[in-house]
Structures are given as structure tokens and as C-alpha cells.
């Protein structure tokens, strides 16, 4: 069974722009959980979806935000990016929502860089 | 708001030897998860054993195991014949069940280093 797939592994992108990031859920798994993870701060976070419905949010700014889809893919995407957003953004995936505490599968994340 | 410590920021162990992390939590929930996850320098996050606050009995996952102290908000793991596929960066996590149900809450974790 194939795990879960971020894609890309790497960004590199400029202070202002907006970038989009992927996960690929395992097959079966229909909750999508996002963390953020950087030296000074640990791992945050972000949001689950569950079923196409936002669950859960962390404690970030509305720069971001994230969707999932009807095949339980998600993607997370970050407006007008701030060099503080440079992270390890780390994505999960569990049969059910995080409250009925199904085991979490992480990815192998996206390191994002601001410049 | 759960909040999760871990004290030591590095531990080195020689290999065949036992090493024990610390982590101490603070939650007002009753009902709660606490778990180690291990990420070598590929980044995947790897569960490596989990309990439930309502167990009394510490969890065991082969040469893994805990020492679960609820009144204490203690939960260190300690790892039995160290071997160097166990180098990684280990992290301490925490899950209330309760209604905010917000994720994991992580430590900022321990490097531990294997010495061959």
C-alpha cells in the first residue's frame, strides 16, 4: 500500500508570491491533517479536513488556507509568503478525524524556502 | 491548551545500551493520548508507540516502552539495545479527545545520536 505522497519535495519561492502544495492521502484514509514544522517554533498545527469540510484550524493567519477533495487529496496553499514561512509542511493521513484517534501516517513533507 | 516539554535537546547511547527520554506534559483533560514519534533525517514522521491516559499499563512496542506517570504528567520512552537505525530525532505528542480536538500538540523534541 503506497503511503503518503507530498509533492513537491522542494520549493523555492520569493517574499509576496503564493504557492500551492500537495498530499496525497493513503488509499482509504479520508482525513487530511497539515503541520508546520521550523527550528525556532516545532511542529504546528495547521488544519484537518475530513471528508471535503475543514475540521480543525491552528493557530495561523488566513495567508493560510487549504482544500480537500472528493478523492481525499488535499493541497495546502499560502498567500503572499513572508521569509517566516520557510518550514518543513508536513502532511498526515488517517481513516477518521483526529477526535477518534485514528493513528496518524505522515509524509515525508515539502520543504518550502522563502527568499 | 496542552502543552508538551521535553528537557533534553540531545542524548547519545552507546550502541547495544538503553536510553531513556523525558517528556512531561500539562493538559486539563481527563481523556487524552500521548505519544513518540521518531523522524530519522528522511523527515517522515514514524509512530513508535502511543498510550492512552486511561491505561494504567505502560505500552510496549518491542524494544520500545514507556514510563507512563499520570499524576506526575510524565511520559518518558526508553529504548533497549540501542541500535543505529534508531539515530533520529524523537518527539513527544500529545492529543486531547475532548471537543477542540486541535491535532497533536509536539514537543520540540530530542536528538538522540547512537555511538557505534
Known amino acids: 500500500k503506497a503511503g503518503v505522497t507530498q509533492t513537491p519535495r522542494y520549493l523555492i519561492k520569493t517574499r509576496g508570491q503564493q504557492v500551492t502544495l500537495s498530499c496525497s492521502p493513503i488509499?482509504?484514509?479520508?482525513?487530511v491533517s497539515w503541520y508546520q514544522q521550523t527550528p525556532g517554533q516545532g511542529l504546528q498545527f495547521l488544519f484537518e479536513?475530513?471528508?471535503?469540510?475543514?475540521?480543525n484550524k491552528g493557530n495561523f493567519p488566513g495567508r493560510f488556507s487549504g482544500r480537500q477533495f472528493s478523492n481525499s487529496r488535499s493541497e495546502m496553499n499560502v498567500s503572499t509568503l513572508e521569509l517566516g514561512d520557510s518550514a518543513l509542511y508536513l502532511c498526515?493521513?488517517?481513516?477518521?478525524?483526529?477526535?477518534?484517534?485514528?493513528?496518524?501516517?505522515f509524509g515525508n513533507g515539502t520543504r518550502l524556502t522563502v527568499t | 491548551a496542552q502543552t508538551v516539554t521535553q528537557s533534553q535537546p540531545e542524548m547519545s547511547v552507546q550502541e547495544a545500551e538503553t536510553v531513556t527520554l523525558s517528556c512531561t506534559y500539562d493538559?486539563?483533560?481527563?481523556?487524552?493520548?500521548l505519544f513518540w514519534y521518531k523522524q530519522p533525517p528522511s523527515r517522515q514522521m514514524i509512530l513508535v508507540i502511543r498510550?492512552?491516559?486511561?491505561?494504567?499499563q505502560n505500552a510496549t512496542e518491542n524494544r520500545f516502552s514507556v514510563n507512563f506517570q499520570k499524576a506526575a504528567k510524565s511520559f518518558s520512552l526508553k529504548i533497549s539495545d540501542s541500535q543505529l537505525g534508531d539515530a533520529a530525532m524523537y518527539f513527544c505528542?500529545?492529543?486531547?479527545?475532548?471537543?477542540?480536538?486541535?491535532?497533536?500538540?509536539f514537543g520540540k523534541g530530542t536528538h538522540l545520536i547512537i555511538q557505534p
Open positions: 493538559t486539563s483533560e481527563s481523556d487524552y493520548y
Open positions: 498526515a493521513s488517517s481513516l477518521a478525524p483526529r477526535r477518534y484517534n485514528s493513528p496518524l501516517h
Open positions: 505528542a500529545s492529543f486531547d479527545s475532548g471537543g477542540g480536538a486541535d491535532g497533536l500538540t
Open positions: 488509499s482509504g484514509h479520508r482525513s
Open positions: 498510550q492512552e491516559a486511561y491505561k494504567q
Open positions: 479536513y475530513f471528508s471535503e469540510t475543514q475540521r
